[in-house]
């Protein structure tokens, strides 16, 4: 699996007289992760759909480091879990499989199961797991067709600090190499999880992309980096807002 | 159903008994109001006529549900599919709300004639609308976020009509079909009272106009009985096949 660089140029989004975001441009690089936050209403979910194929932006292109498409590659976490309620934990996470008309596979999902930490609750249905447990099924459907890239809009702002960061740990460790953009409200999280940060202010401010971070994620929550990122992120985050 | 809710209903049915039989006591001439003991006589005694009167209703009654609900899905999948169809095929399930179906069923017999036909369609008549519009209605308020993960999975629109919004819209249609299992029976009575040779309507109309009163009665109850029947049966089916639900 080889992950491609994303490059985003002059794209815009507006509804009617409404200017959501205009020109906006930055690059995910190849098999990194990068975070993208701002303050509420500045069309941080907008961006990610529109990069996901969800919605079609009014201006700009998006073209990757092959030359290749983006659909058909990529792998999507909502703000919830998403799991079907009807179906169990195994079907939801080959769920690609019944989408598409493939068989699935047993030997993955029974893998997979393992990797997240969930074996013996393949055949429960969601509503019988908790919170933290239906987030980490959501995971592996995820990785179900090993996709190269990743675009995932607030997925852990449900849990619990503990499950939260436990999550992020198993996020970061199974989407090592993939090129992966995180909608995110927490400065923690984004600097815990990321190789670089986005920061989309309103409508005419355009987005930042110089807050590149060092050394590789999950950085420990106690990590003097991390906490010295945040506040530099926070100050960052105050600028796009003002 | 739970033991709790069954004990509940059967607490309701003698509840309710027990305030007729004490109407009755109250010196109402029994051609007017038979009393439950004359009701269950009349029950024995005109058992078999009124076996072979209830299975026409019943006949009648199954098949509009069957019909009803096929049409009813059939038009529910054909608006979600295009919202130009939904656009033509909207006034036409109002409209078949609109009718009066005292007034229409006069008209079905005459075209369709005394038999079944007539009275399975006023039944269909009758599903039809509650059925479209809350399987409608479940289809069209699916999850966006479960489309759109369907969609960056690559489902084709067919695969997530199959796969997302039939699924995600069965708890709605559940209650199509319970509304739809209660109501049936109106429709098929209706078809009778107007014109038939056989059927609970077609009784109590003779027992009526012969003051028959008691057989009046065991008609009636043999009809909520199976109104009833039919309603608890749905439910439990509903109950099993949407078991992952909350609203089940």
């Not at chain 2, 759109?148 to 819209?169: E, F, K, W, Y």
Request: overall charge positive; glycine content about 8%.
């Amino acid at each position: 699996m080889k992950s491609p660089a994303i490059h985003v140029k002059d794209l815009g989004l507006r509804f009617g007289e409404h200017v959501v975001f205009d020109k906006v441009s930055f690059t995910l690089p190849a098999g990194k992760w990068v975070s993208l936050l701002g303050a509420s209403g500045v069309g941080k979910t907008s961006l990610i759909r529109i990069l996901a194929g969800l919605m079609p932006p009014t201006s700009g292109t998006i073209t990757t480091s092959d030359g290749k498409p983006i659909a058909g590659r990529l792998a999507w976490m909502g703000q919830k879990d998403l799991l079907y309620p009807w179906l169990t934990i195994r079907n939801n996470i080959a769920l690609s499989a019944r989408l598409t008309g493939r068989r699935s596979d047993h030997q993955r999902v029974d893998a997979l199961l393992s990797q997240v930490g969930l074996e013996g609750y393949g055949d429960q249905r969601p509503a019988a797991l908790s919170g933290g447990m239906r987030q980490r099924a959501a995971l592996a459907r995820t990785l179900y067709d090993d996709k190269p890239i990743v675009m995932m809009d607030e997925p852990f702002s449900a849990l619990d600090t503990i499950t939260r960061t436990r999550i992020q740990a198993l996020a970061a460790e199974l989407l090592h190499d993939r090129t992966v953009l995180l909608v995110t409200h927490d400065p923690m999280e984004a600097c815990r999880l990321s190789h670089q940060l986005l920061v989309l202010a309103s409508a005419s401010g355009g987005i930042d992309d110089s807050h590149v971070l060092e050394g590789a994620p999950p950085r420990a929550p106690n990590d003097h980096y991390l906490l010295h990122s945040q506040a530099q992120l926070l100050q960052q985050l105050v600028r796009a807002n003002a | 159903m739970n033991r709790q809710a069954a004990l509940r209903g059967i607490i309701v049915f003698i509840g309710l008994l027990l305030v007729w039989w004490l109407i009755t006591f109250m010196g109402i001439p029994d051609f007017l109001l038979p009393s439950p003991a004359a009701t269950a006589k009349a029950l024995w005694t005109q058992r078999a006529y009124l076996a072979w009167n209830s299975l026409t209703t019943a006949s009648e009654i199954v098949c509009g549900l069957v019909l009803g609900v096929a049409l009813g899905m059939a038009v529910a999948l054909l608006m979600i599919s295009s919202p130009r169809l939904q656009r033509w095929l909207m006034p036409l399930v109002l409209t078949s709300q609109a009718i009066p179906v005292f007034a229409i069923a006069p008209l079905l017999v005459l075209w369709l004639g005394f038999g079944m036909s007539a009275k399975v369609m006023m039944a269909v008549l009758i599903i039809f609308f509650p059925v479209t519009s809350s399987f409608f209605d479940g289809l069209r308020r699916t999850n966006r976020d479960y489309l759109d993960l369907a969609r960056t999975m690559g489902a084709s629109q067919g695969a997530q009509l199959r796969h997302v919004r039939l699924m995600a819209a069965l708890p709605a249609l559940g209650s199509g079909l319970r509304m739809a299992a209660a109501v049936a029976p109106i429709g098929a009575i209706i078809g009778e009272w107007v014109g038939s040779s056989a059927g609970l309507g077609y009784v109590m109309l003779n027992a009526n106009a012969r003051m028959q009163s008691d057989v009046c009665f065991a008609a009636l109850f043999i009809l909520v009985l199976m109104t009833v029947l039919l309603w608890v049966t749905m439910d439990m089916l509903l109950r099993r096949l949407i078991n992952w639900s909350e609203e089940h």
